[in-house]
């Protein structure tokens, strides 16, 4: 498997659908139940945490599913026990799936009545869970919104619908720029802090054997980070808001969005700093040496530092334009239709409390290089004077959380733009104007249903 962990794969869910206004019933009856045992905004104040206070009346195991990536499941099982000491009456289930089966097997086990009860999500799914009824609302009388939005990076505004959170995350991540310290050294470049620069280093950094691409400049890592970089970064930082504030517009197509396109594809067609499937991909290409430059999330340093212990490589925010901009995206836990009601539904709120709480969140970070969703947490000096975690934290205030409807389909939609002007030599306008169509039909379709 690789750990290309912002994507998501097609969404095929459920026939055994339950009516919507029953669910939300039981969730809020679940809610009332809650705030009764002494909780609630008022109560959640007088207690070290929302759930604290909460107890089950009997035994209870509930399932948490997260997909496979090591560093999170290695520190997920080393809480597991230390949340059970703190609740003997709670029993964690902890399962995991290959990414790339992660969803099915989610699906197949809803169909078969059964599967998790708090389930670990990409936040840009959480929409069509929250529609197709998987997730139901946390209980604003445990979760506040209020203290949430106080508490938490606004990014993780993605994960609420309408007025209501589905899913509270853990971490979060922003995108900044990766650089190969020897190749630059010897190329006598520093990091490039703008667009000009960024070409001028990349040029500069790579290496050909006659036609053969020895070193890249730069990695052209599109289905990795590539088609974030320009859909949430390049665009704002070339002056194009991508989305309409409603969510429901996009303005990809717009001269300043197939600008920045342009920009990013004539890396490759202009100035031939890389090329696609070097070194498979992107982040294979910086780990093993083969790249001065690249664009990646925090996440990726747990995996250098198990990979590739001896790259001597630092981080700097992305390059700037017009205007600064990084992309946001966090993975988020949320309670599934099996626990909306009864001891599964204090079991599961008190879990997802323990795993947002600012102790985890600071174990988190060095554990996984994810970056904690509290501002308070992310701005401790353990974090704020690391080397390389400073240059996401510094991003932060400007990342942006793409709102996806469905994720693959829209990665899809702006590889497949990225392959016509690569492959077919076809005009950026044109690739962007049709990507843009596809991904406006899927939001049409959304917003539709929804009424």
């Known amino acids: 498997m690789t750990d290309r962990d912002q994507r998501e794969l097609p969404v095929r869910w459920f026939q055994d659908r339950l009516d919507r206004r029953q669910l ?13 045992a002494g909780l609630g905004t008022a109560g959640a104040a007088a207690q070290a945490t929302p759930t604290s206070g909460l107890q089950v009346q009997n035994a209870v195991e509930i399932e948490y599913w997260q997909y496979q990536f090591d560093s999170k499941v290695n520190l997920v099982n080393e809480l597991i026990p230390e949340f059970q000491q703190q609740n003997p009456q709670i029993t964690i289930k902890h399962v995991n799936f290959p990414y790339d089966d992660f969803q099915q097997q989610v699906a197949a086990s809803v169909q078969a009545g059964g599967g998790p009860d708090v389930l670990n999500v990409y936040y840009g799914w959480v929409p069509v869970y929250a529609q197709q009824q998987l997730l139901i609302p946390l209980p604003p009388d445990i979760f506040p919104v209020a203290q949430i939005e106080a508490d938490f990076f606004p990014m993780i505004q993605a994960a609420k619908i309408g007025e209501t959170y589905y899913a509270l995350p853990i971490a979060v991540r922003t995108l900044a720029l990766f650089y190969n310290k020897d190749l630059l050294g010897a190329a006598g470049k520093q990091p490039p802090t703008t667009w000009e ?4 280093v990349a040029v500069a950094t ?20 590539g088609h974030h970089w320009w859909r949430e970064c390049l665009n704002r930082q070339n002056g194009l808001i991508p989305m309409s504030e409603d969510k429901r517009t996009l303005h990809w197509s717009d001269p300043l969005g197939v600008e920045a396109f342009t920009w990013y594809m004539d890396l490759i067609t202009k100035h ?28 990726r340093l747990s995996t250098y530092a198990s990979s590739a212990p001896d790259l001597n490589y630092g981080i700097v925010p992305l390059p700037a334009h017009k205007e600064q901009a990084s992309f946001a995206s966090f993975w988020a836990n949320g309670i599934t239709r099996n626990a909306a009601e009864g001891d599964k539904l204090i079991a599961s709120a008190k879990f997802i409390d323990f795993l947002s709480s600012p102790d985890v969140m600071r174990r988190w970070t060095p554990a996984v290089g994810e970056l904690p969703a509290r501002t308070a947490i992310a701005n401790e000096e353990a974090f704020t004077k690391d080397e390389k975690l400073a240059p996401f934290i510094t991003s932060l ?53 929804q009424g």
């Open 24 to 36: 939300l019933r039981r969730g809020a009856a679940g809610a009332a139940g809650l705030a009764m």
């Open 397 to 449: 205030p400007y990342s942006y959380a793409t709102f996806f409807v469905n994720e693959a389909d829209n990665r899809t939609a702006v590889l497949n733009a990225m392959d016509q002007v690569l492959l077919e030599g076809a005009d950026p306008q044109t690739a962007v104007t049709e990507a843009q169509a596809t991904v406006q039909k899927i939001l049409d379709d959304y917003w539709a249903a």
């Open 206 to 225: 790579t290496q050909r054997d006659g036609d053969k691409l020895v070193t890249a400049g730069a990695t052209y890592d599109p289905d990795g980070q």
């Open 197 to 200: 620069e960024f070409v001028d």
């Open 272 to 299: 031939k700093v890389s090329e696609k499937g070097f070194y498979t991909d992107g982040q294979t290409a910086f780990g093993g040496g083969h790249a001065a430059l690249h664009v990646d999330g925090s996440f």
